[in-house]
């Protein structure tokens, strides 16, 4: 038996029809062909697949494609809508060297911007503890967490220019 | 120290941009039209003869497009060395008998995965079952089972070095003491599972797109398994999620997706669970080691006499290689005046052991430096004195093997113990009392020089090709799994023809493309081999528009020329210059039109058995471990290391980085549990690697040294880093314990059960 649910990705609205196992990554990957969602374990322990289902990070491996009936999902490739100018995290990602194979890369991003938005100025331990369900096998995470934390400064210095 | 404008800066990498924004492509990202979805049946016995296999139900399952069993293939082994063909071992899928659980029996490709999985229940295995052996002990003993019918003994390749008068060494010696390490298997754990995607072009040629570390080498054997030739193979990399020495053989996905998509005209994709990759998935070889050495009362050391034994699962895999190279790194870091190896490769009925960073390193490393640490200790020497007295220098000669022509060890022991505080923070804290200061060396290879895979083409390649616009495209076979290398060759480029990073396009590791040929990202030698290619590619462009400038301003003969900031000019005359553009545009106006390309290559020579150029480095751990429950907590790790010239700075720290990850898990949490033949734990929750809550704060420095064989002064800096780690650790926790581990991992466990003793 299928469903058909209707879920908004990356500000687009979509209507799949979806097997009641198939997964959240599965439609993302498969149907939206939204590659840039990693799959890496399948089994909710290395954050790969990581996307914001209404600003809550989640495994998409995990989740029940029916589970987004109605929900907003953003994923790597809504990170920098116009495509042009990136988002803050992926700049520092970039700068900092944070980036080696890149198969933990989008995940990790998507846990970033999670913290960011419930805690724009993270300490060190903070962001440490919001990555802890991100495996990354190449960087030892250092790189990773400058680059975050040199995120949150940069959207802070913005933010207050702009009020 | 030679002056750079692009080698040595902060370059951010070629694909970041691509990879930060999720548009980068790797191989399960592929999709092509009328794609199958491949799934392998595996054995869940650890040794059995196959009777009977009936695929009929899968077969007619509906959606269902494709069955293969070993009967069904041409039934060709395969090994990556190819010069000894009895070592090739391996076949695409099991043909009469399965040695490990996960070995691979029967593959199906349906029109989706859900169709595929289904069908492998559907396949009936009648298996008689076998005895079989989980151990090293068990399989050389007398009457043992024998997993391969070419080798009765089970010992499937032994390697002997000696040099020296060992006898008198042992018997000048003042102390003399023996001891056996035993060290354990670990994954890879690339985050990337394994995939590939195979077509079949309308010529008969076949394509694989495939998550690999060496696309020559798969090119090669997916053809002589498939037996087709190798011209009719083309191999391409997409992005790579890592690789760490597990994705560097041709594997049964990568043949059953193009034996199939031959079969069924479709192009078909396989792609492993991570489950799978546990399970059945390469991994470090597990070793007993056994070491003696001979000291003089003042440290000075006398011999060495070294014997492995190298678990190596049921197929060599890249195991004759680490047997080989074993005996090699026992004779680095201090100068043996004499030394015996003898490295023995055993079947047993587990997932095979293959190549892991390090390549053997790791474990015989381990053994030496830990054995270094105690001879410190009964000695009364500090560590650091002791490593000091017997260290390589530059020019020191390894008998049989090689002259390192750089070697920044001393250095790098000076300069890690002044970081460290090492004289204080030795006094300071007493034995046992759970705050411990603990050093692990390493010295690696960049790239080896033996030739197994019996190569008929150079041993890295590269091609330029210059344009009139100012800008070159460069073509290498040179893999990047993450490591940077493409970036790395760029800037290589970049700097010797003076342009800039933008200047430079770049396609690598197509087969059918990339020029012949390149032996892939092992044994950490693309900076050393493929930079050599590229220099040697871009001069020959050079001598080309060179020729053109001299020509245009009518120069002398003496002038000495120069590629810089997009220009072309004579040194002593630099306001005579040409753009690159114009140079590039002259030279090919001379040749009526022809394009100006040239090709570079690399095969070291006269570089003695092993490699061109030797890194070195030394790491300091400090611990704290807690006394009721064992846990050792990391606080600080400083390390001092000889990469040569650093290319690309922010790549070298992120390689010492990861390595710490990787050194942190193998010493304290990675390990595989086994029952018998089976893996039990097969999952991120079970298998238990560092996260970014358990990487301690680490420091590091940098001693310049120029490798006069290596691009631009440059040597390895990927593979030696992991393996200073786990000495560092266990000395540490010496210190800080009295236990002292000579079998890893280090547990709870053990630190409770010898401290209770102690
Ligand atoms: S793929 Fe979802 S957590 Fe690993
Ligand atoms: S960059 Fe490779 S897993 Fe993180």
Redesign the pocket.
Known sequence: MKHVITLNVNGDPYTVSVDPSQTL?EVLREELNLTGV????????????TVLMDGRAV????TLAVEAEGKDILTVEGLAPSGEKLHVIQEEFIDKGAIQCGFCTAGMEMSALHLLNKNPSPTETEIREALSGNLCRCTGYAKIVEAISSAAQRMNDASERNQ | MREFNIVGKHVPRNDARAKATGTAIYTDDIKLPGMLHGRILRSPLPHARILRIDTSKAAALPGVRCVITGEDTPKIKYGNWRLFPDTQDEYPLAIDKVRFIGDEVAAVAAVDLDTAEEALSLIEVEYEELPAVFDVESAIAQGAPVLHDYCPSNISVNRKIQYGDLEKAFAEADYVREDTFTVHAVSHAYLEPCSSVAQADLDGRITLWTSTQTPYITQCLLASTMNMRENDIRVIKPFVGGGFGGKMELRTWEFCAAFMAKKTGRPVKFTLSREEEFLAGRRRHPMKLTSKVGFKKDGTLTGKDLRIHLDGGAYNAMGPTATFLCGNFGAMLYRYPSYRFFGEHVYTNKPPASAMRGFGAPQSIFATETQMNIAAEELGIDPIELRLKNAQVSGDKIPDVATISTCGFKESLEKVAEMCNWKEKRAQYKTGGGKGIGIGCYSFISGGVFNWFNTQYPFSAAEVRAFDDGTVHLLTMAADIGQGCDTVVKQILAEELGLKMEDIRITSADTSMTPQADLGAWGSRLTLMNGNAVIDAARKIKEQIFGMVSVRFNLNVIHEMECKDGKVFPKGRPQRSMTFGEAVAMAQKANRGEPLVARGYYTPRDKGMVTPAFSFGAQVAEVEVDKETGIVQVKKFWTAHDCGTVINPKAVEGQLEGAIQMGLGYTLSEQFIMDGGKTLNTTFLDYKMPNAMDMPPSETAHIDTYEPEGPMGAKEAGEGLAIPTAPAIAAAVHHATGYRCKDLPITPEKILNATKSL
């Open positions: 990554n990693k799959l890496g374990c399948g089994s909710g322990d290395c954050g790969a697949c495994s998409s491996c995990l």
